[in-house]
């Protein structure tokens, strides 16, 4: 019964034809070991006629059976319908979208169905990813010890169970008439290995792998009988080329066809295997032709297309193979060893694939961006409809990829810090917007990545182009990478200073359009204003005193006049122009004052005062839940001289502070004495709605109740003039502007620049600054 398309399985139970019956001991099997907990749900794949849907919907299950076959779900409709708890539904566990089925399972069924799939690793990694906490996977199924030689197409053999139950929390096998049932949970993983073979003879070291993907976007890889995943591939033969090579291994190995013309050699791979020097191509096979079959069973047990995603947890692979996929898919294979690479200048067409359950949640994704405002124009629609953003970051599943509301981090240092990935979509597509392109458009990027880019990209349309530059030589090689297997070849990816600009040959004439920096920024580097043309747009995530907007510029001459903001986060500048936030820590540590913009001042006396009496001011401004108030944040930021961030530890904090812990506040300092605010509950609610905080105002110190008042009445200002969403007027100047030359306002100076804020009743008489020491004032103007 070697049935491997849906047709021959829809004639078989349109011929009356079923399979084998649910016994008694499989229903006490299952009885016992996954009785139903209370609402649970049960899928089960493969359900054939339905009598395991029909029989766990009997023991309490809520149930999901499913089959590809339309005459086998015909019949389990007519045969028990009155199985209320059951849905029927026809799916395709390895081609389809499984969008239909629920998120969650506390049991999944595959009786008698597991040798029947092609890819069976691929399809038990996606539903184990469906249990609920505690849930269980069951397979039944026949082996090869209990099944005649011609009919163990439909059994399993030991070698088979193995690597099934590999990876699983907790494993039982159980032995009911003559069939093996295996009881799985916890999550499919097996960590990732790059293994090697036996010692090699010196002439086999040289040699090429075809990487290969489907039209889902999977690559194929084959488990060999030696118990690992191997690329098709080998070495090459008399004075064959790599392309030759592995197209010609390809057909003999998996019966699929590609001409040379697509095949693509990406880098030559140089390490040792057991001491001998090896030498491996990789070679990206663009279009082929043919169904993957066994070839070679003395060296194959099957071929499986896999995805991408699920790579790093597919336990031992072929070193040579982990190598190549890494180097495809920069990042996708985690822990590898070292190995040297020598990338070819070979241009690659664009790969295509893509599985429907990706356009269905792209689509998604962009409609959840447009109903938030964040995308007003066709052509970004239109971009975030098209780009596949999965494929920009191939080591995570879909779901995480099409996030709307998440960024992916996609590189980190050795302390674990993000230090690259793709924004959340919602704030690319806001970023976007911003530039204000137009067909055409050349655009400057820094920060890589490939997905904003390539948005970027889609949106100038051919007669465009994106020059994106990173300082991580890792950020640009994955970035060339997944523009060439996924990109509009619009993108130019550069290894460099992003703060520099990009390099002058890569300067357009007229300069660029727009500029876009992708990463949290302290200043405004020189280099982008002066690429930048007249009237052009430039956007960037600008820290002031440690708060980041995205703030888009235009350029007027020498000056950038801001035209919107929007509250963000990003990764951290890691260029030549970036700075580290001068701090001093208070109490051994508990509390730490950071100066985010300006110097450290004299604190003496201070830790003392914190010691001594609270001194408190409720300014009467309220808010309720869900209100914005970021620009309370910016406005004390920049009206107020000396201001500065109270942190407190998240560790160490003993409630001198009354600010949670591993937070920090808005603060002024004075003479051995400081203020910062907070927000306190004062009406509690059932809903959020009901709920409300006010505005108190703490401090310490002599000089403790004036700056409570300068601080209470900073806030109340902001109340009556800004509160509802009204930003600043702001101007960027270079730095050594005459002050006669700057617009009235509160100036905030960088190293670079000068930034000049109009803030709405800044006429309005407020109280003068406390009178400070001249060593503090010094130290707050720049020493």
């Known amino acids: 019964m070697g049935y491997v398309v849906p047709e021959e399985w829809d004639t078989h139970y349109k011929d009356g034809k079923g399979f084998r ?61 009155g199985a209320e708890r059951v849905r029927w539904l026809r799916l395709d566990i390895e081609q389809d979208d499984l969008a239909e089925l629920s998120e969650g399972y506390d049991l999944i ?11 069976r ?61 295996l009881i799985l949970r916890g999550p499919c993983h097996t960590a990732i290995r790059a293994v090697e073979k036996r010692p090699p003879t010196p002439h086999a070291m040289t040699g090429a792998l075809a990487v290969v993907t489907d039209t889902a976007g999977r690559v194929l890889l084959g488990r060999s009988t030696r118990g690992m995943w191997e690329l098709p591939g080998g070495k090459a033969s008399g004075g064959e080329g790599f392309e030759a090579a592995a197209v010609r291994e390809l057909e003999e190995e ?88 020598y990338p070819l200048a070979t241009v690659q067409p664009p790969v295509p694939g893509e599985s429907a359950e990706a356009v269905r949640l792209r689509e998604k994704m962009a409609d959840a961006v447009i109903a938030g405002g964040w995308a007003p124009s066709a052509p970004v629609h239109e971009a975030l409809r098209t780009v596949p953003r999965h494929r920009y970051t191939p080591e995570k599943d879909l779901r995480t990829a099409y996030d709307d509301d998440l960024a992916v981090v996609t590189c980190r240092d050795d302390a674990g810090r993000a230090t690259s990935s793709v924004s959340a979509a919602w704030l690319q597509a806001d970023m976007v917007e911003s530039l204000h392109l137009r067909p055409g458009s050349s655009v400057y990027e820094a920060g890589s990545g490939g997905y904003n880019a390539e948005l970027i990209a889609h949106v100038i349309g051919p007669g465009g182009q994106v020059v994106t530059v990173d300082i991580d030589p890792y950020v640009v090689h994955r970035t060339r990478r997944f523009t060439a297997e996924a990109g509009s070849g619009r993108v130019v990816a550069l290894h460099g200073d992003g703060s520099l600009g990009a390099p002058p040959r890569h300067v357009p004439r007229g300069r660029f359009d727009a500029s876009v920096i992708t990463h949290n920024v302290w200043d405004i580097a020189p280099a982008w204003r002066e690429q930048l043309a007249e009237g052009g747009h430039l956007v960037l995530p600008l820290e002031i005193h440690g708060y980041t907007r995205s703030i888009t510029f235009q350029r007027q001459g020498d000056v950038l006049r801001a035209r919107g903001f929007t509250h963000c986060g990003f990764v951290r500048d890691q260029g030549g122009h970036a700075r580290t936030t001068p701090f001093v820590d208070l109490l051994d540590g508990q509390l730490q004052i950071r100066f985010e913009d300006g110097y450290p001042v004299p604190t003496e006396g201070l830790e003392e005062a914190l010691r001594g009496p609270r001194h408190e001011v409720a300014t009467g401004v309220t808010v309720g839940s869900g209100v914005y ?70 401090a310490f110190g002599d000089q403790g109740p004036a700056l409570a008042t300068q601080l209470a009445d900073t806030v109340r200002a902001w109340d009556r003039d800004v509160r509802d969403g009204v930003a ?17 306002g509160d100036v905030l100076d960088k190293k670079h620049s000068r930034l000049v804020f109009q803030w709405p009743g800044r006429d ?6 406390v009178e400070r020491t001249e060593a503090v004032t010094a130290a707050q103007e720049g020493m």
């Open 21 to 81: 019956l649910l016994g008694g001991a499989e229903r006490a099997v299952l009885s016992e070991h996954v009785p139903a907990p209370d609402g649970g749900q049960a899928l089960d794949v493969g359900c054939g006629t339905g009598g395991l849907a029909a029989f766990l919907a009997g023991i309490g299950y809520q149930v999901d059976g499913i089959d590809y076959a339309d005459n086998a779900l015909i019949r389990a409709r007519t045969e028990h319908a």
């Open 109 to 119: 069924t595959l009786r008698l169905m597991f040798p029947f799939l092609r890819d």
């Open 121 to 181: 690793t691929r399809v038990l990694d996606a539903l184990g990813e469906r249990l609920r906490p505690g849930g269980a996977l069951v397979v039944i199924t026949p082996t090869t010890s209990h099944t005649p030689p011609e009919r163990r197409d439909i059994a399993l053999d030991e070698d088979e169970i193995s690597l099934l139950m590999a990876g699983w929390k907790e494993t039982e096998r159980l032995e009911v008439d003559e069939l093996a049932v």
């Open 254 to 341: 998996t019966g699929l066809f590609a001409a040379e013309s697509d095949a693509h050699v990406l880098t030559v791979l140089v390490d040792d295997s057991h001491g001998v020097p090896r030498l491996t191509a990789v070679v990206r096979i663009t279009a082929w032709s043919g169904t993957p079959t066994n070839r070679e069973r003395e060296l194959f047990a099957r071929w499986e297309w896999l995805e991408l995603h699920a790579l790093s947890h597919i336990g031992d692979v072929f070193a040579p193979a982990a190598q190549a996929l890494d180097a495809v898919w920069p990042g996708i294979i985690p822990g590898l060893p070292p190995v040297h690479a």
């Open 629 to 698: 108030f970021g620009s309370l944040q910016l406005f004390a930021a920049t009206t107020l001289p000396s201001f500065c961030r109270l942190a407190v530890d998240r560790d160490k904090d003993t409630g001198i502070a009354r600010i949670a812990k591993g937070a920090d506040a808005p603060a002024i300092l004075g003479n051995a004495s400081l203020a910062y605010f907070t927000h306190i509950a004062t009406r509690q609610g059932d809903t959020p709605a009901g709920r409300l905080w006010e505005f108190v105002v703490h």
């Open 728 to 744: 600043p007027a702001l101007t960027v100047h270079p730095a050594g502007t005459p002050d006669h030359r700057l617009s009235a």
């Open 764 to 769: 309005a008489q407020l109280p003068a600054p």
